[in-house]
């Protein structure tokens, strides 16, 4: 029997595959934050635009600090740089154990994740960030003068960037379950309002700090990133129909 599937792998074949894709991506993940730490100082530079004319100098209360924050950007930076890769290898594990006309659409959504990805890091960086920023120091300055250190700073706004490029992924998540049939765009839309109170309480719990107004900023996009999962779903069940 084995011989009429000649290319059918084994389990111990699909974990050693599995192995080595993994062990390939954090070689990727390593090489890709070393490179980023040799240029950290432009990293930083960057990650500082958004508190321009907001906060004027950081302080660093401990030796260490500075070369830590350094080494922690270095890794986010290697980990955004490796994210393609990543997908890369996670789609090659996948699409050889799958039927070949489900082929085209994983690698339609390992495209589609990756966009919404790197469209979540650019609004937490041009929009989220900066208005958090402006807001919290603003209110902080009619109590102390703000003192932020550098490793404060630097981690404040990683956090930002990861939720961004997280919370993006709403739709495909909603998306692949329709696509699988495990949830339907008729659950989605019927518990709508259910959704937007567990959107609230997801914003409060993943922004950095917990005040109202950087909760809205992530979950007024989540709302309308549900809503674009929702219209997603409509989409695949109409194709699924065809």
Known sequence: ????????????EHLEELRRRIIASLVFFTIASVVSFIFSDKISDILR???????????????TEVFTSYMR???LAGFFISLPFILFQAGSFLIPAVSPDK????????????????????FSYFLALPFALKFLVNFARE????????????????????????VFQIP???????????????????????????IFIAAAIITPTQDIVNMLIFAVPMLALYEAGVAASIV???????
């Open 1 to 12: 029997m084995d011989n009429m599937y000649p290319n059918k792998m084994t389990v111990i």
């Open 49 to 63: 635009l958004p508190a321009l004319g907001i906060m004027d100098s950081f302080v660093f209360v401990a030796p």
């Open 73 to 75: 950007i270095s890794i």
């Open 103 to 122: 082929r085209e659409a994983i690698v339609s959504w390992l495209i589609i994740s990756f966009a919404l990805s790197i469209m979540g890091v650019m």
């Open 143 to 166: 109590a102390a003068f703000p003192m932020i250190t550098i490793g404060k700073y630097f981690s404040f706004a990683g956090a930002f960037l990861l939720i961004g490029a997280l």
């Open 172 to 198: 495909v998540i909603m998306a692949l379950l329709s696509q699988i049939g495990l949830l339907s765009s008729i659950f989605f839309r019927k518990n709508r309002r259910y959704a937007v109170v567990a």
């Open 236 to 242: 695949i069940e109409k194709r699924r129909k065809k």
